[in-house]
C-alpha cells in the first residue's frame, strides 16, 4: 500500500541500514530485526547522521534478544513523517 515503492532485502538486515547510510534509499521499516542487526545498523546510520526508532516502545532497561521492528531514515525529518503516517494507518 502506498506511499512505499517496493522493498528489498539484499542479504543480512544490517545490509539493508548501511544502504540508508548511503543514501541509496531514504527510509528503512523492518518489523522483526534481531538485536545483532539493529545494533550494527543503528551506529551505522547514526555514524552517518541519520535516524531511526523502534515502532514499539521498549524502556533500555528491558532490552532483549527478541525480534524488534525498526524505522530507520536518511533523516530526522523524514522519519517523523513516516512515523506519524504508520500511526495513523495502525
Not at 28 to 51: E, F, N, P, R, V
Given at each position: 500500500?502506498?506511499?512505499?515503492?517496493s522493498?528489498?532485502?539484499?542479504?543480512?538486515?544490517?545490509?539493508?541500514?548501511?544502504?540508508?547510510?548511503?543514501?541509496?534509499?531514504?527510509?528503512?521499516?523492518?518489523?522483526?530485526?534481531?538485536?545483532?542487526?539493529?545494533?550494527?545498523?543503528?551506529?551505522?546510520?547514526?555514524c552517518?547522521?541519520?535516524?531511526?526508532?523502534?515502532?514499539?516502545?521498549?524502556?533500555?532497561?528491558?532490552?532483549?534478544?527478541?525480534?524488534?521492528?525498526?524505522?530507520?531514515?536518511?533523516?530526522?525529518?523524514?522519519?517523523?513523517?513516516?512515523?506519524?503516517?504508520?500511526?495513523?494507518?495502525?
Amino acid at each position: 500500500m502506498p506511499p512505499y515503492r517496493s522493498q528489498r532485502s539484499f542479504g543480512a538486515s544490517a545490509l539493508d541500514w548501511c544502504w540508508v547510510a548511503a543514501g541509496r534509499c531514504h527510509l528503512y521499516l523492518h518489523g522483526k530485526q534481531m538485536l545483532w542487526d539493529y545494533a550494527a545498523g543503528q551506529l551505522i546510520l547514526t555514524c552517518a547522521g541519520g535516524s531511526e526508532n523502534r515502532l514499539e516502545e521498549i524502556p533500555p532497561e528491558n532490552v532483549t534478544l527478541e525480534p524488534r521492528s525498526v524505522v530507520a531514515a536518511v533523516s530526522s525529518s523524514l522519519q517523523q513523517q513516516w512515523l506519524q503516517w504508520v500511526d495513523a494507518h495502525r
